[in-house]
């Protein structure tokens, strides 16, 4: 004799199996959500650092020029070109 299955097992299985499959989803759905404001994150302190390495190239490129060699001799070194005359302010 052979036990029949009735249309409530089946209804059963099918909402189970719809809430494995939604429960998946929803995991899924916060997992890319996490991992895209992750990759914004990285993207935002990438522009960051390229924009500094630039400031840095910038300020690089001007310290090998001659220009940088006489305002810091002048101002850290307090030296003069030749045929110049200092001119010392007493109120200091």
């Not at 759905?29 to 990285?42: D, M």
């Amino acid at each position: 004799m052979r036990r029949r299955v009735k249309p409530r097992f089946w209804l059963l299985m099918i909402a189970v199996t719809l809430l494995v499959f939604g429960a998946s989803y929803l995991v899924s759905q916060a997992r890319y959500s996490q991992g895209a404001a992750r990759l914004e994150k990285a993207r935002r302190e990438r522009d960051k650092l390229i924009l500094e390495v630039n400031a840095l190239s910038d300020q690089l490129a001007f310290a090998r020029t001659d220009d940088y060699v006489i305002r810091t001799a002048r101002d850290e070194l307090g030296m003069i070109m030749p045929g110049e005359v200092r001119y010392v302010n007493g109120a200091r």
